[in-house]
């Protein structure tokens, strides 16, 4: 039986259709996936791409606020919303403003302007942490805190949460199985035992937790402070407390990823929940849709930030490399859009817009489980929602995977797709922006009921 209670031979029926029906709406797309054939592997620029619900890669013509439209002519209202990466809508006004103006004035010069000193004054206003960085890329972002972590404290290892989301960090890469921490299955290319340095633990088990870091070797745990990538998993109410007790009772740091759950409010979970994190790591929307990332640290983890630079800078006679920066960390493009993102559209205005949106757009998921008399919940996080196919939300990222059914998940986005409404691919999760309308969240969910509607109607779906 399938976690959904759906039998396969429907979805089957379901997706069928749904395939057929994108070939024929479609053919500017599938002829642009066949020329790309020959020359992106994969047909696509990153491989990924093609693991949408679609059965030929879907190609984007243009975007904007809430919606974009493919190179078929085809309208969507987008959920997804770059997963995160336009999080407060395609090219805001304000983004758009400070591409075109620094875009005549230099984009890259490895030196700081204004723009800087202005966001780094934003940054710790809204997020509670006195000093900041600013690195590309979320994963950049936490590769560089995970060098200061183990240069701070003198120790290697690396806790992080079974099915955690913290990019392509190598040092993340693993799973908790049977009690061990073992690499995380269709890892390629890895050359090195990742459990040396890495230990996985269930999300939202304090035995475990207080196992791993009595040890005494953690420099940090680095972890979101709700699970979105697995499937969204919410702390238990008192365990992210707890877990800011016993790393500073067991000597470790505590590095906070608000990449995702910056859906939350301005200042994340981070001030939202009091987490009093020594680092805190962001990225993807943090400029509006620009590369770019931040960390920011407490005033003490900046003046031992200071201590091991100065004992590296002394032990290599000042000829070292710290490991950290690359060449367009913090550029001026970056960092002038980051000033917009932060004065203009990252606002307590847009939050106050989106998050009643999502509320309404996850009551509506509730309403159609309850109608159709699905064994499904449904689980929120400021501007984000899912609906997951288990009768309770998930408390750890094993329980969130147990509750996948990946042809489901498929045939109903594909289903959404084919009607032009856009949810984040992989599992069933949702976004707000600022241009997301009323009308729209009732379109997603009276479309998502006219699939459920039809796919129910196929002789034996229910198990």
Known sequence: MTSSGIAESAVATLAARERERFVQQNPKSIALAERARHSLFGGVPMHWMSDWSTPS???VNRAKGARFHDVDGHEYVDFCLGDTGSMFGHSPEPIARAIAEQGANGLTTMLPGEDAVVAGELLAERFGLPYWQVATTATDANRFVLRWARAITGRKVLLVF????????DDVMVRYREGRTVHRSGLIGQAYDLTRYSRSVPFNDLAALEAALAQGDVAAVLCEPAMTNIGMVLPEPGYMERLRELTRKHGSLLIID???????????CTRSWNLEPDFITLGKPIAGGVPCSVYGCSAEMAQAMQSVRRHASENSHGHGHSGMGTTLSANALAMHCMRAHLESVMTEAAYAHMLPLATRLADGFRGLIHKHRLNWSVTELGARC??????TPPKTGAEAEAAFHDSLQMALHLYLINRGILITPFHNMTLCCPDTSAADVDRLIATLDDALTELLAIPGARQ
Do not use: N, R, W
């Not at 608000?258 to 994340?268: A, D, K, L, N, V």
């Open 57 to 59: 890669p879907l190609f």
């Open 162 to 169: 079974d099915g955690c989301y913290h990019g392509t960090v």
């Open 258 to 268: 608000e990449t995702h759950t910056i859906s939350t409010g301005p200042g994340g």
């Open 386 to 391: 899912e609906f997951q196919f288990c009768a």
